[in-house]
């Protein structure tokens, strides 16, 4: 983007209070322990049911999520506080993986694992997921691009678990 800094200005400029801040802060927290508490949940679930997809909801995401780490390294982009003189809403020390998401990619692939269990509850994390990825932009720790591939590749890879 030409003018990144005046982009995350306008976006975050509703957010300049520091309640709003701390709001964000929080949603951004609680949203990511629903995920964390959701994905161990349906392996439990399906562990109990005994069924067929239990190995396959735990190697899918996990393979996925070694691959994306290890092109995120590769690729190690700046984070959008490190590239220009913004001050994130988001408290965050890491030096650049910024591309993709990983943080978004983990909640879309755990929206795709409840969506082949369950369309309304999958369909429900799915709309976490997307809040969680406008937070992360908004926070100032990911570019838009980040989040839109970090989600594109948390669903294709949750694809793989129909085949």
Known sequence: MKDYQTFYQK???PFLKKSYQQALYYTNK????IMYIAYPALLIYLFYTHSVMLVKTI???AISFLLLSLVRHYINS?????KYSIKPLIHKDTKGHSMPSRHVFSSAIIAMCFIH???LLGGLLLL???IEAYIRVVGGVHFVKDVV???LIGIGCGLLLWI
Do not use: A, H
């Not at 700046?78 to 490190?82: A, D, L, M, T, W």
């Open 11 to 13: 976006i975050s400029k």
């Open 30 to 33: 609680v949203l990511t322990m």
């Open 59 to 61: 190697l899918i995401p």
């Open 78 to 82: 700046p984070r959008p506080y490190e």
């Open 117 to 119: 269990q369950n369309s």
């Open 128 to 130: 976490i997921t997307l």
């Open 149 to 151: 591939v970090g989600f």
